[in-house]
């Protein structure tokens, strides 16, 4: 089983009851993942443990402010949502509008009991939830190696009495090297297939190995300049001794990016 993708690690983060018994048990097994899944666990426990705004020291405006360009987001929620209460509760207190003031509360009771948007429940477990996502981001970018990158492919055609067809694409590495990975629909080699880049004008070629099976991955020479060698090319060689292109091509196609 490949590790835990990012969704997975935030519903059994965010969830206790989650039950997928093939996720338990790579978590159990694996820990790199279990690690991944005790760092959520952290940031989730800590947002959602239930606010106790009236314990809380109000925030400064900079910590919505990071919040809100952390999270990206929307316009209509930029204004610090504890500004207001903070002004508030210097006016009256925190302990100011119990469920059964008197009426002259009235209003202010009709405020609270609606409750702005961030007092809400749900809105706590949404914050939760995004807070998940952006730290599962983090998490994943800091301890997982980047994925490969495609620089460049290209579709490969049968040449002459052939019929083999696939595709060509070189990658890059974490490391920054270079691999072109070649997969045909069959092998049509009567000898061997071997794998070369060549110049548009078929006038320089480098060999880049033999594939004996209908698909293979090889190493593009460091420094080599792929815009003077685009012609990815497999060739049927005879078992002769002879290094050089027999001049047999089985399919042959040019990378683009
Ligand atoms: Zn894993």
């Excluded at 072109?180 to 004008?201: N, R, T």
């Excluded at 060698?229 to 990378?255: C, F, K, Q, W």
Aim: aromatic share 4%.
């Amino acid at each position: 089983m490949p590790h835990l993708d990012p969704e997975q690690l935030s519903l059994l983060a965010l969830y206790d009851g989650w039950e997928d018994p093939g996720v338990r048990e790579h978590l159990a097994a694996c820990p790199e993942c279990a690690a991944d899944f005790a760092a959520l666990r952290r940031t989730v426990d800590a947002v959602k443990t239930a606010p106790d705004t009236s314990r809380l020291a109000v925030p400064g405006p900079q910590v919505w402010a990071g919040i809100h360009r952390e999270l990206g987001l929307s316009g209509s929620v930029r204004e610090d949502p504890l500004a207001a209460d903070a002004a508030k509760g210097n006016s009256a207190g925190p302990a100011a509008a119990p469920a059964d003031a008197p009426p002259s509360n009235v209003i202010p009771v009709r405020r609270r009991t609606k409750g702005a948007w961030w007092q809400r429940p749900g809105t706590w477990v949404a914050a939760a939830a995004a807070a998940v996502l952006v730290v599962v981001g983090a998490v994943l970018t800091l301890t997982r190696p980047p994925q490969p990158q495609q620089l460049a492919s290209a579709q490969l055609a049968p040449l002459a009495q052939h019929s083999a067809a696939g595709s060509a694409k070189v990658v890059t590495a974490p490391d920054g090297s270079r691999n072109l990975e070649i997969s045909l629909d069959k092998d049509e080699a009567k000898g061997y297939q071997e794998v070369w880049l060549i110049a548009p004008d078929l006038s320089r070629l480098v060999s880049l190995g033999v594939m004996n099976s209908t698909s293979g991955t090889f190493q593009v020479p460091t420094g080599l300049d792929l815009s003077q060698y685009p012609v990815v090319d497999v060739s049927d060689e005879p078992m002769d001794g002879n290094p050089a292109h027999s001049s047999v091509s089985i399919a042959r196609g040019t990378l683009s990016s």
